[in-house]
């Protein structure tokens, strides 16, 4: 059975926490938020093409704003293969940590 | 929150991201892009924002620069997937159009490897490019010697001249214990290990001549004499009367110089000093190193005059020229030389990759019928031209790879066969080295592109519309331009065939002619030393064997006529005179060789007299205009004597040059005679020569003995010629093979094309005949085109090449059509093969697709 990757697994969930402003520069903030980590823009949106091409994912155009010189923004939002696939991988989550102590880690 | 002027990110970098990231996504990206650069900006300013944008825009074109790539990669593979089904599908046709052109790339090679080595001849000396020797023309004609005195005059006037050394290349006679050799070698200045590159092994080079009883030898001569022991300091004999020490070995020669020796010794032990620094004689050779940056134009004319003015001894008109050493071997003097060998077989190697590359592009565009609908699905499938265009030229290019591979593995095989043709020591690694490797690329890019240039271009070309029909007729792609290729391809194999034969008939005309001389059976030996003061005795005992028909002794062999001098005659005065060639000679001259006397009678004991008196050749004879030579006055120099007869010409060098005028004495004044000749019966010419090398070792104890026949020297000096016709012929044959493999590829190709119009005509009544004349008649005319272009294209080629002859046979027109017809024959033969075999098939099984 086909999981996401983690990193696939953050942008759908942070995708869908964004709602209806989930656009590429919402998107990357929110990211490096959650996990601390920069990404280039760049590399985002391959992983986010990939995610459309996969179908969990699909597009809108939305207006431009003279802060991006006039372009459009792109709106993502998570698909229903999308959420299964999320699901799936949830669950897969729970298996793996189910009954797994605090104690186990170190201090 | 925002200023209210709007920065805008750099430029540069802002076009950049919009090129690459080529996605129709409305520029989303920049304007993410351009939204979070304006927030850095605002939080962090000016700099840290474009650094901050230039980093983001340069790792996003890495990235989708990975994704394009990786693309290409799956696409590459697609093709190679589609590439190998074909081949595999059409087995036979692959084969050929590679084995073609691996082919027409072997001969390539071999010739390339050929054509470097022979240029490469004398270039390995370090100095080559400041080395020159010096030539004469001496009344029109060029001489190789030069004057002894000559050096000493060229160093004291010209001070661009940075070394002189003078070569008496002359042949020696060594001794050491019981072993005795003729070795090949000269008589050297000491100047001349510092101006020529030949490494020593053992011994100084600075001070081999310091003692001028020295000799330095070579790696092959000290095997002869000296086997294993250390050759230094030991002493060998030469002449048997001189010992010499033996104080420099040398490297063995490398094959591409055209200076070979075995010795070198100092040009003191040649003659003494006085002679050699005050004498004109013209009797050795004299190279020199000019200084660096000196033009070489200016110097070129300031020695011309050179000679003119220090030999006061006659007023010839004596021109001095300085000929590059590193072109010495290449060009001859008079011009020609073997460089027309490299432009011939360079334009042998041009053609027959031609003819390889037309073939395979003929074959290609011949199938690329079939592919039509592979194209026509991929254009609807959303491939560009340019994607086809990849997909296409990748399979050529892997194609002449593959041919490439091929090539090499035959070049391997074959080189030692080359090599026996060619006379050459080529080996395999030289492939390895820089100017060869840069060859062969060039070679393989070239034969590449060339022939997967017409079949990507026709196969990119095909519109999707018309080729998905059913309607296409796919054999009528690209026709006309592969009848074109036909007919320069059998042009080509024409042109070659012609010149083959053309040589073979020069050769055969110099086989027969009438040479004025009869050399069969004539053994020639050397005189040495010993025998100066008694060889006509010598000549006298051999007389007496059975065996030996007439024995006389000359300045040369007649074929090899090389002594000149001035001369003049009756009507002329002494300032008038004609410098023609001079032999000297023994009686019996004339009657050894069964030359006729056109006038008058040959030299006679009876006549006292002729000790003083000239013969002359019909050519000479023609530069006096007399009718009545006999008795005329004639001279050399201040002898005025009589003419007592005239000899028919006979050819005195080769056939590449006219006969020169020559005159002919006893008298021993300039030079003596050298060599003596003795005619032999054909039966036991073994007993013959026995007894003559037991009579030599009476006169000449302790000298080797050597002898040559006349026939054999002759010989020799068409031994380039029969190499290049051997070479050509060979060629040839390999030129019509690669033609015919096309011809039978296409044909073959033709036939399954035409299946069911066979089937058609068979049914409407045709015979076999009549469908194997229907489907070659178009080849005929072809090839008839074909002729029309090879005839008067080979007619200029090979007139060029006989122009190196003065006596030459005329190009016959039998010739031509011989090769016409020949290769019309093959080429009908290869067509009806295949056609055949369409035309027996039964019409049911050929009209059953529909």
Redesign the interface.
Same mark, same amino acid.
């Given at each position: 059975m086909k999981y996401l990757t983690l990193n696939e697994e953050i942008l759908l969930l942070t995708i869908w926490r964004l709602g209806s402003e989930a656009y590429g520069v919402a998107i990357r903030d929110k990211y490096v938020e959650t996990t601390g980590n920069s990404i280039v823009l760049g590399t985002m949106y391959n992983s986010l093409d990939y995610l459309v091409k996969k179908k969990y994912v699909m597009t809108n155009k939305g207006e431009p704003t003279p802060e991006r010189g006039g372009k459009r923004k792109t709106y993502f939002q998570v698909t229903k293969p999308g959420l299964t696939a999320l699901k799936r991988t949830r669950n897969l989550h729970s298996a793996i940590w189910d009954g797994v102590p605090e104690t186990i880690f170190p201090e | 929150m925002?200023q209210d002027k709007?920065k805008?990110p750099p430029s540069f970098f802002e076009i950049l991201l919009k090129r690459t990231?080529a996605?129709e996504?409305?520029? !989303? #990206?920049?304007?993410?892009?351009?939204?979070?650069y304006?927030r850095m900006y605002v939080e962090k300013g000016f700099i840290s924002a474009n650094i901050w944008y230039i980093f983001?825009v340069l790792? !996003? #074109?890495?990235?989708?620069s990975m994704?394009s790539i990786i693309w290409s990669i799956m696409m590459f593979k697609n093709y190679l997937k589609v590439t190998f089904r074909n081949i595999t599908r059409d087995k036979g046709y692959t084969m050929i159009n590679i084995s073609g052109l691996a082919i027409g790339m072997a001969c390539c090679v071999m010739i390339f490897l050929w054509v470097r080595d022979e240029l490469s001849f004398d270039n390995f000396h370090e100095k080559a490019d400041r080395l020159y020797n010096c030539v004469m023309r001496v009344e029109g004609n060029w001489w190789g010697s030069t004057p002894l005195a000559l050096k000493t005059v060229l160093e004291k006037d010209f001070p661009e001249i940075e070394k002189v050394v003078r070569l008496a290349g002359r042949n020696r006679d060594f001794r050491r214990g019981d072993y005795s050799h003729t070795e090949l070698g000269g008589f050297v200045g000491t100047e001349f290990f510092e101006m020529f590159t030949f490494p020593f092994i053992a011994g100084d080079p600075e001070k081999v001549f310091e003692n001028k009883l020295s000799i330095v030898i070579t790696e092959e001569f000290a095997d002869r004499f000296f086997k294993d022991e250390d050759p230094l300091g030991k002493v060998v004999i030469m002449s048997n009367n001189q010992d010499l020490t033996v104080t420099g070995v040398l490297k063995n020669l490398p094959s591409n110089s055209s200076l070979q020796f075995d010795f070198l010794s100092s040009i003191e032990n040649y003659t003494n000093i006085q002679r050699l620094n005050n004498s004109w004689s013209v009797e050795l050779n004299t190279y020199l190193l000019i200084r660096e940056n000196v033009d070489i134009q200016s110097l070129r004319e300031k020695v011309e005059g050179v000679v003119e003015k220090y030999d006061t001894r006659m007023d010839h008109e004596v021109i001095l020229a300085l000929q590059a050493v590193s072109g010495m071997y290449l060009y001859n003097i008079a011009g020609g030389g073997p460089i027309t060998n490299v432009y011939i077989f360079s334009t042998i190697a041009i053609l027959i990759l031609l003819i390889a590359c037309i073939n395979f592009m003929n074959l290609a565009t011949a199938r690329s019928g079939k592919r039509a609908k592979e194209v026509g699905m991929r254009k609807v499938m959303g491939a560009v031209k340019s994607n086809l265009f990849q997909q296409f030229y990748s399979e050529s290019l892997l194609s002449t790879f593959a041919a490439l591979v091929l090539a090499l593995i035959l070049v391997y095989l074959f080189l030692p066969f080359f090599n026996s043709l060619a006379q050459k020591q080529l080996t395999f690694s030289m492939i390895g080295s820089t100017s060869a490797l840069i060859g062969l690329v060039s070679i393989v890019i070239l034969t590449g592109l060339v022939s997967g240039s017409y079949p990507s271009l026709l196969l990119s070309s095909f519109q999707p519309v018309t080729v998905l029909k059913s309607s296409f007729r796919s054999r009528n792609s690209g026709l006309n331009l592969r009848r074109i290729l036909v007919v320069c391809q059998f042009s080509a194999t024409l042109i070659l065939i012609i010149g083959t034969l053309i040589i073979f008939s020069q050769l055969e005309y110099i086989r027969n002619k009438d040479l004025g001389l009869n050399k069969d059976n004539v053994v020639t030996v050397n005189m040495t030393r010993q025998m100066r003061s008694n060889y006509r005795t010598f000549i006298e005992e051999l007389r007496n064997h059975p065996g030996i028909i007439n024995v006389t002794a000359a300045s040369s062999i007649p074929t090899q006529v090389g002594h000149i001098n001035p001369v003049y005659w009756e009507g002329k005065t002494r300032d008038d005179y004609v410098v023609i060639s001079h032999v000297i000679l023994e009686y019996d001259y004339f009657e050894t060789f069964e030359m006729e006397m056109a006038y008058g009678r040959s030299f006679s004991k009876e006549f006292p007299s002729d000790r003083e008196n000239y013969i002359i050749n019909e050519a000479a004879l023609k530069l006096t205009g007399f009718e009545e030579p006999l008795g005329k006055r004639y001279s050399i120099w201040e002898d005025e004597n009589e003419i007592i007869g005239v000899v028919k010409d006979f050819h005195n060098t080769s056939l590449h040059s006219a006969i020169t005028p020559t005159v002919f004495t006893l008298r021993q004044k300039q030079f003596p005679v050298s060599i003596i000749m003795a005619k032999l019966k054909a039966e036991d010419i073994q007993g013959a020569i026995r007894f003559i090398e037991d009579t030599f070792k009476t006169f000449s104890p302790g000298s080797p003995f050597s002898y040559t026949f006349v026939e054999d020297t002759f010989d020799r000096a068409y031994r380039t010629d029969r190499r290049v016709g051997t070479i050509f012929r060979y060629f040839a044959g390999l030129a019509i093979f690669i033609s015919c493999m096309g011809l039978f590829g296409m044909a073959s190709f033709m036939a399954q094309e035409r299946t069911k119009e066979i089937g058609i005509r068979k049914v409407v009544g045709a015979s076999v005949s009549n469908i194997i004349l229907l489907i070659s008649r178009e080849f005929f005319i072809l090839l008839g085109a074909a002729n029309l272009i090879a005839w008067p294209a080979a007619y200029v080629i090979m007139s060029q090449l006989l122009n190196n002859y003065a006596y030459r046979t005329d190009i016959a027109i039998w010739i031509f059509a011989l090769s016409g017809i020949s290769v019309l024959l093959v080429a009908f033969i290869t067509v009806s093969f295949q056609t055949i075999k369409a035309a027996i098939t039964n019409p049911v099984r050929s009209l059953r697709y529909e």
């Open positions: - | 925002y709007i805008k990231s996605r996504k409305d520029f !989303t #990206i920049s304007g993410d892009f351009e939204e979070l304006h983001q790792r !996003t #074109i890495q990235i989708y994704n």
